[in-house]
């Protein structure tokens, strides 16, 4: 899988000498919105300056970075448009369509077109004879293209050429994407080869004044030894790298260091330091979320494949926590864990609408506001163990249950499947899963006369018929009502329904496809249903900012500032 950070590093790097100093206001906001990762806003930008073009070098440069924007937003189709345009703008500077077409190439790569990727970089080589830079630069994206092909020779002769670069900030940008390749080449010798450049970079690093490109060195150097099991080294460097003083925004940077820092806190034990990690790793996240690339594939969004990890190890070490508490610092800490959760399940569903802003925050909690008799079942699904927390009479009860991850996806697939197919007998899985998720907590519930459940599932779970659910005798349907809500913050809010009108448009398709299959019927009728919103102009946008974590690391503001250099 292609790595974020190595291909928007040669994105911004190509671009050498080829934005003039007195080119339009509006691509030199484009570059700067791209330094600080706001994407949609550089985005806007350079549309404006594509309009305002007076020549076709200028319109070149202005479809050049809208293309290199929309790729970095996994907007392939309109990126590989404007790359072509700015490819075909460009035939009298070669320099310039040798940076076009590469990135071009680059676009290729990052959708696993390997040939076609080949195709363009083989072009781009001979075009860029004049800059020895972009030549090195378009030689590391052949090879992250084929990685197999990187032997020790060609990896250790480009290792040299970096050396040999006239810079240190082109050496530091370089060695940082030589590392990414070589340790995607994974040979025993490839690793040490990327350890080897990383600690050259973090030499030549004193000699920049740029604390991001700085920061980078540090996480990708700390990356490597993580994953050679030096934790020590690891954390060092990751701790190191976060007490830079700087005044920039680097949120996106703090994201992969403190959720590396929170993991190897975890592995020794340290649970309250990995609670604090964790606890900023998912403040970070929340930052920059807003312009994070997100895809959806197949009912899944790549924002929870992604970072769905750091949000439930916080949740894990709050649940931690809070079995050592009482009264009411427990109920805080139970809710901020549940909350966690919750943040993933927001996410996921703005991504399936296809926009962040509709649907309404966490400032809302309905379902803890029900009438008696009624309870609420949050099962949390952890690799160790399952928790179970359960709102009664305004409170969160916590219920630990020994069982795996894994032991829980078998017996919820099975159950779906022999269900679906009407095949075998499901009773056996009915009944395991009724003795993880039901039987923990029917003492209370009888305690409590609850009559109905309200269950928020997550994952694997929400295949499961709940009702369905067997205690040997009965089902639970033949206990309780049961409902099924996608999320605490996600269903539609009570109180007065006349505040705001709602029109709705509803929409058929005589053959839906796989991701519309899977949105339940209780999902459609809460999204459908009329909801309180606060007053609009009480809210504001948050700052957004690009993500760098260990899959998805950027250094758009080291290769800019390496432009602005050369153009000065």
């Not at 070149?60 to 448009?81: D, F, H, P, S, T």
């Not at 030549?135 to 092909?149: D, H």
């Amino acid at each position: 899988m292609l790595r974020f950070s190595l291909w928007v590093h040669f994105i911004f790097c190509l671009f050498s000498g080829m934005v003039q100093a007195d080119f339009s206001d509006n691509l030199r906001k484009s570059k700067s919105y791209l330094n600080q990762g706001q994407f949609r806003i550089a985005l806007d930008e350079a549309n404006k300056a594509s309009k305002l073009a007076e020549s076709t070098q200028e319109q070149a440069r202005a479809q050049g970075i809208i293309g290199n924007v929309l790729m970095i937003m996994k907007q392939y189709a309109g990126a590989e448009k404007a790359l072509l345009n700015a490819i075909e703008l460009s035939n009298d500077v070669p320099a310039e369509k040798a940076g076009y077409t590469n990135n071009l190439g680059l676009l290729y790569s990052t959708q696993d077109k390997t040939n076609l990727a080949e195709t363009y970089f083989s072009q781009a080589l001979p075009l860029a004879s004049s800059r020895p830079t972009l030549q090195l630069n378009i030689k590391l994206n052949r090879l992250r293209n084929m990685p197999a092909t990187a032997n020790p020779v060609i990896l250790n002769s480009l290792l040299l050429d970096i050396t040999k670069l006239p810079s240190a900030l082109e050496k530091v940008q370089n060695a940082v994407s030589f590392a990414a390749i070589a340790q995607a080449v994974n040979t025993s010798e490839s690793r040490e080869l990327a350890i080897k450049a990383l600690e050259q970079a973090l030499n030549d690093s004193v000699d920049i004044n740029d604390t991001r490109l700085r920061i980078e060195v540090q996480g990708s150097l700390a990356d490597k030894y993580e994953k050679q099991g030096q934790d020590d080294i690891a954390l060092h460097l990751s701790e190191a790298a976060t007490t830079l003083q700087t005044t920039e925004d680097l949120q996106d940077l703090l994201v992969e260091l403190e959720w590396r820092k929170a993991r190897i806190y975890q592995k020794q034990g340290k649970d309250e330091l990995a609670l604090v990690a964790f606890g900023k790793a998912v403040e970070s996240v929340q930052a920059i979320r807003m312009d994070i690339p997100v895809e959806y594939h197949d009912g899944r969004s790549s924002f929870r494949e992604t970072l769905e990890p750091i949000y439930l190890g916080y949740a894990d070490q709050l649940l931690k926590k809070a079995r050592q508490q009482e009264g009411d610092n427990k109920q805080k800490t139970l809710f901020l864990a549940r909350q966690t959760v919750e943040q993933i399940k927001q996410t996921e569903m703005e991504d399936f609408l296809g926009g962040r802003c509709l649907v309404e925050g966490l400032r809302r909690s309905e379902l803890d506001n029900i009438e008696s008799g009624v309870t609420t079942v949050y099962p949390i699904i952890l690799s160790d163990r399952l928790e179970l927390l359960v709102g009664i009479d305004k409170t969160i009860r916590q219920f630990t249950v020994p069982v795996t991850d894994k032991e829980i996806r078998a017996r919820a697939v099975a159950l779906a499947d022999k269900l679906r197919n009407m095949e075998g007998n499901y009773r056996p899985d009915a009944q395991k899963l009724f003795q993880w998720l039901i039987a923990p907590i029917e003492k209370d519930l009888d305690a409590e006369n609850i009559k109905t459940l309200v269950i928020v599932p997550d994952g694997v779970l929400r295949l499961v018929p709940f009702s369905a659910l067997y205690d040997g005798q009965h089902f639970v349907v033949e206990k309780y009502a049961v409902s099924v809500s996608p999320g605490m913050s996600l269903m539609g809010a009570g109180g007065n329904t006349n505040i705001r009108t709602h029109h709705t448009l509803l929409a058929g398709l005589s053959r839906p496809g796989s991701v519309v299959e899977k949105l339940p019927t209780h999902l459609i009728t809460s999204i459908l249903s009329p909801s309180q919103e606060p007053d609009s102009s009480q809210r504001s946008l948050p700052n957004t900012r690009s993500l760098g974590n260990s899959k998805m690391r950027s250094v758009e503001s080291a290769a800019n500032k390496q432009l602005e250099n050369r153009n000065a």
